[in-house]
């Protein structure tokens, strides 16, 4: 996932916060702290903070939820970096990749709230929040 300031730049990013995390939820609080302050300190709104944060909690619980069944002893990687006119977040986990059809970007039509159910929008949500959003998978 990367998100950009309004201009855009070649210069190398910085590695700034790097954390391994155990796939437990209850983990996830913790982390969600760790990423706003990360993004405030980078000059972004509050509202962009709450936004930023919101698109890296789905991205975590995702992989928590169907990279790995759910599994808590798993991990992930965490990677925030930046440059002066950038900042990047990279999430990494070694389960079981998304199936194209589910991480393809797809128009979203706010639901009514008789068709609303949970789960589905995460993917879209982190295609509205970051200019960029790419989702390779590995080996696992």
């Known amino acids: ?21 155990r796939s437990a939820p209850k983990l996830l609080r913790g982390i969600r702290g760790l990423v706003r302050c990360y993004v405030a300190d980078q000059g972004f709104s ?30 992930l990687d965490l990677v925030l970096r930046s440059n002066d006119v950038a ?3 990279e999430l990494r986990d070694k389960g079981r990749p998304a199936p194209w059809e589910v991480i393809d970007r797809k128009e979203v039509k706010p639901p ?5 159910t949970p789960g589905g929008l995460g993917i879209q949500l982190m295609y509205s929040v970051f200019d960029k959003v790419t989702f390779t998978p590995g080996e696992h």
Request: hydrophobic share 35%; net charge negative; with cysteine.
């Open 87 to 89: 900042l990047e977040v």
């Open 1 to 21: 996932m990367t998100v950009r300031w309004p201009h855009y730049g070649t210069r190398a990013m910085h590695d700034d916060i790097k954390v391994e995390l």
């Open 46 to 75: 509050d509202e962009r903070c709450d936004e930023i944060v919101l698109a890296v909690d789905e991205a975590c619980t995702n992989s928590i939820r169907h990279a790995y069944g759910g599994a808590t002893d798993r991990t």
């Open 112 to 116: 009514s709230l008789e068709d609303l």
